[in-house]
Antibody
Framework: EVQLVESGGGLVQPGGSLRLSCAAS????????IHWVRQAPGKGLEWVSG????????AYADSVKGRFTVSRDNAKRSLFLQMNSLRTEDTALYYC?????????????????????WGQGTMVLVSS | DIVMTQSPLSLPVTPGEPASISCRSS???????????LNWYLQKPGQSPQLLIY???IRASGAPDRFSGSGSGTEFTLKISRVEAEDVGVYYC?????????FGQGTRLEIK
């Protein structure tokens, strides 16, 4: 089955750390960029971070830059999000999401960061 | 950062009737490859988001053909030709031209 499964969420105190994981199955993991998107309780969607298929490029939302680090292990078909210096405003359901394949024009690849496969999410609660 | 603004924020619709959601970006989303980097998602109650439209106009695999996307530059529209009960949920536009990627506030579609 083609799916993404997140894990690693939980309750953590402000200033603490957590490491989220996203396990992929049913597709060729190293062909795709993967991203993290979060949703605070009762709120909208917020893009958090993303990484290219080869880990050459990672990007972050301003709200997490310098605190969160995205990485992947293609051999283990897994994506990770190391979250440090957690704040109460980081409380959210964290989704991992796969991008659609790139566009190819005249032998040039253009990333298309549209997310066509999402996990069910893992909840992170930052509270004292 | 690019700011995404959706309207309306709430959309009551009678089944079988058409519906339309607008999304405006604070900067043009037109890429040099001539595509607009604008995506539409639907989050049904209690579910993860699902991709409906990407690059402004391309229907995602599995998205019903009653959904269509249009627009260019900074003005975009998602149209549903005939709303069905299963279309209930929150619709989001998202720009993917430049990081940080940003979503609109969401439009909640409900059935009258």
């Amino acid at each position: 089955e083609v799916q993404l499964v997140e894990s690693g969420g939980g309750l953590v105190q402000p200033g603490g750390s957590l490491r989220l994981s996203c396990a992929a199955s049913g597709f060729k993991f190293d062909d795709y960029g993967i991203h993290w998107v979060r949703q605070a309780p009762g709120k909208g969607l917020e893009w958090v971070s993303g990484i290219t298929w080869n880990s050459r490029s990672g990007a972050y939302a301003d709200s997490v830059k310098g605190r969160f680090t995205v990485s992947r292990d293609n051999a283990k078909r897994s994506l990770f999000l190391q979250m440090n210096s957690l704040r109460t405003e980081d409380t959210a359901l964290y989704y991992c999401a796969r991008t659609v394949p790139p566009l190819i024009f005249s032998a040039t690849y253009y990333a298309v960061d549209a997310f066509d496969l999402w996990g069910q999410g893992t909840m992170v609660l930052v509270s004292s | 950062d690019i700011v995404m603004t959706q309207s309306p924020l709430s959309l009551p619709v009678t089944p079988g009737e058409p519906a339309s959601i607008s999304c405006r970006s604070s900067q043009s989303l037109l890429h040099s490859n001539a595509y607009n980097y604008l995506n539409w998602y639907l989050q049904k109650p209690g579910q993860s988001p699902q991709l409906l439209i990407y690059l402004g106009i391309i229907r995602a695999s599995g998205a019903p053909d009653r959904f269509s996307g249009s627009g260019s530059g900074t003005e975009f529209t998602l149209k549903i030709s005939r709303v069905e009960a299963e279309d209930v949920g929150v619709y989001y536009c998202m720009q993917a031209l430049q990081t940080p990627y940003t979503f609109g506030q969401g439009t909640r579609l409900e059935i009258k």
